[in-house]
Nanobody, 128 residues
């Protein structure tokens, strides 16, 4: 398994931007599909975005987004730095949650059961 550590969360006003990072340990980061999830108080963990592993043949999109963030959030990865990113723009108060990164072997995967490694989460708070 890969070890994951998120960072970059904080307090931001509505309409603002934040970039989350997820640092991964191990030399197999590029072989994993990576995802971002979020969980607000009293709610279930929600899929945000996923990005496919590198290499192999694939004719479709290499990233996939949840409906509520599509067009506002962008997932990316830097395999040389073993780091996953989530660029968040036009933030809304309803984006307030703890954000988690996760690693798995399926793509596109939107269920928590499809991911085998999880970070500890980073808090994002969007004020109105």
């Amino acid at each position: 398994q890969v070890q994951l550590v998120e960072s970059g969360g904080g307090l931001v006003q509505a309409g603002g931007s934040l970039r989350l990072s997820c640092a991964a340990s191990g030399r197999t980061f590029s072989s994993y599909a990576m995802g971002w999830f979020r969980q607000a108080p009293g709610k279930e963990r929600e899929f945000v975005a996923a990005i496919r592993w590198s290499g192999g043949s694939w004719s479709g999109d290499t990233s996939y987004y949840g409906y509520s963030v599509k067009g506002r959030f962008t997932i990316s990865r830097d395999n040389a730095k073993n780091t996953l990113y989530l660029q968040m723009k036009s933030l809304k108060p309803e984006d307030t949650a703890v954000y988690y990164c996760a690693a798995g072997l399926s793509f596109p995967a939107t269920a928590t059961k499809d991911y085998e490694s999880w970070g500890q989460g980073t808090q994002v708070t969007v004020s109105s």
